[in-house]
């Protein structure tokens, strides 16, 4: 595998983490890419997401 690629995931809720994490590491293992996953928000609905993603933005 090459080099780890990190990944900052912003979702509205567990459902979506619950999802969209297997989802995003089956993809890496196909692709032969090793990830690793940071769940930035996972509660508080929409607005808390896209609040922490602002934020997010700011520091980055």
């Known amino acids: 595998m090459s080099n ?6 912003f979702v509205e809720d567990r459902a979506h983490e619950s999802f969209l994490e297997p989802l ?14 940071r769940v930035r928000s996972a509660r508080g609905g929409h607005g808390r997401a896209i609040a922490e993603f602002e934020l997010y933005q700011k520091f980055v």
Do not use: N, P, T
Request: net charge negative; no cysteine.
């Open 24 to 37: 995003l590491m089956r993809i890496a293992r196909e692709q032969d890419i090793a990830i690793e996953i």
């Open 4 to 9: 780890q690629v990190i990944v900052d995931l």
